[in-house]
């Protein structure tokens, strides 16, 4: 069962002109009778600031407007700030092929204006959205360009939030241990500062990354120091959060008492802030809690009002976790419509939260496709321009330029087909977990429910009996996907002994257990150099076929031969039991499934069959 922990990077900085924000309302009338100088400009600067993670449409129109007044006033500091805050708004409507757009136009009037701290500013938001995207390559590259310009102007808040943000960087590739040390040289900074409520995030995101560690009482004592400086800075919004992972912690170390005070705090803290995840998370940890104490009627209490809150927020990864609370705590209690309910409920969810995460990394690979594109795209005009200027210049220097751009559209395909590659790699490993989570974790989940039911008492002998052997079904068919997974998986993709020897190894194991003769000629796999599409394809294939053959035809002997012709590999499966009419149009899925493997891969699946057996032939290209 997951554990639900909240964890909280603060990295993206909008342009302010004071430290406390004025009232909207109030900047929106100032705005109406504004005149068309460079205080508008502030003015619609500040309210795209301001209001860009509560709307961030209207924060748009408010910096495009003010993008549009300080070029007619030709003031580029405005400029500059008028597209950092715009660039921010469109990170928080989540199109950052935009965002960044602006930010590079950000930092190209901050650098006319020669504003270091600004230039800092910029730099670190495009790192921010670099990491959105899982380029933390790119993201360290901008968290260094931020370095150098807060170094310049001298800024030790600039500098804290870039080490921050590198922690975050850390922390989110699992590397903990250099994610806590940059966290902490950003807390100093902020000590320094005596700027206390950042000090007190450092502190929970170090109390995070000690979590993340398993080291549970670690991380607690980080939270207990967040609490205590949040408390001195008057910074009430994060002490929820706070409270609900020291409850979490003290739940994993079975300290059920200490983890019921802390959540306790931290629902009285949801509600006062009004925080509706934080009231479902409080509610879920509750149920949770309750449920390692056997309190079976308070879990399902607390987890149904979790369910209803976290439900109507579309918090769906916390509402899959609860979902496994109910059906658990009702399963116990001997209500196994509701937990079958329910674990239906966590499945639903988990296939949605996998769904929608493939998505995420597509649209993520996207967008930097995009990024990229447009960087190459202005690149280019770039190159037009100058071939312009030295048009009258002599001949050697024009074809000199022709050249350079020649190698540029080069680099540009090249990058393309290697972001394309890539894509296609995101795909396959998706894929593969994807297999993973709907084949073996649905499979495993309704295994251990069936047999829970199975062993509950009043349980009738018959439904027993079903259910012990679809459990023996289940478990059968959850080895042998797992099995087809982590071969998949292998390193060594392209050698073919390993594929050789599992065609090999699953013909005999599947011929023996029904007394039917076989016999397998693949040596040509060891010399074949196949990649992890052509080897799943050509092994599902094979696969389909003897299973076709020994459920349907009933023969006595299988025969199958790989060989290979020119850039063709051809797989024969021929067995001398009973045929089928192929012309009469009626193919099962199995059929279908191999035709169009092979056809995805550029080849072709032929079914020849008669009274004397059937010969599936197929025919990839290599």
Known sequence: MKKIVCVLFTSLILVSAKSQSPNVDSLRNELKTAKEDTNKVILYRMLAGIVGNSNPIEAIEYGKNGLKLGKKLKWEKGVAGCYLNTAAAFGYKGELDSAMLYIDSAIVSSKIVGDPTRLALAYLNKADYYMQMRNFKQSLINCDSAWRYAELANNNDRRARILQTIGAIYFYQSKYKEGRE?????????????????????????????????????????????????????????????????????LKQEQYTKALENVQRAMEYA??????????????????????????????????????????????EEQQTVAEILAEAYSLTGNHSEAYKYLLK????????????????????????????????????????????????????????????????????????????RMKEMELRNSIAADLHD???????????????????????????????????????????????????????????????????????MCSSKNISNHFDGDVLQTLKLNTEQKKALYLIFKEAVNNALKYASPEHIHVTISKKQNMVELKIADDGKGFDVASGKKGNGLINMQNRAKELGGTTEIISSEKGTTVLCVLLV
């Open 182 to 250: 940059y966290n902490e040289k950003a807390g100093l900074l902020y000590k320094e500062l005596g700027n206390k409520k950042m000090y007190a995030i450092t502190l929970g995101n170090i109390g995070n990354i000690l979590t993340r560690a398993n080291d549970y009482a670690a991380g607690i004592e980080n939270y207990k120091q967040a609490i205590a400086l949040a408390n001195e800075a008057g910074d009430r919004i994060n002490l929820a959060m706070y409270y609900g992972n020291i409850g979490s912690n003290y």
């Open 346 to 421: 966590s499945k639903e969810l988990s296939d949605t939260l996998s769904t929608q995460k493939y998505d995420e990394d597509i649209a993520a690979m996207q967008t930097s496709f995009k990024v990229e594109e447009k960087n190459n795209q202005i690149a280019l005009l770039s190159k037009d321009k100058e071939l312009q200027q030295f048009r009258e210049r002599i001949l050697f220097y024009s074809l000199l330029s022709l050249a350079a751009l020649a190698i540029i559209g080069i680099v540009m395909l090249i990058n393309r087909n290697r972001l394309r590659q």
């Open 439 to 509: 084949e073996v974790g649905s499979s495993l989940s309704s295994i251990y429910m069936l047999s829970e039911m199975a062993g509950a008492t009043g349980t009738p002998a018959a439904s027993q009996k079903e259910m012990l052997h679809k459990v023996t079904s289940y478990s059968k068919e959850t080895m042998d996907k797992m099995g087809d997974i982590v071969w998949m998986i292998k390193q060594n993709t392209e050698d073919g002994k390993d594929l050789q020897e599992r065609m090999q190894r699953f013909l005999y194991e």
């Open 271 to 316: 509600l006062e802030q009004e925080n509706e995840k934080q009231i479902g998370i409080a509610y879920s940890l509750f149920a949770e809690i309750y449920l390692k104490q056997k309190k079976y009627a308070q879990s399902i209490e607390a987890g149904s009002k979790a369910y209803t809150t976290l439900k109507e927020n579309e918090l769906l």
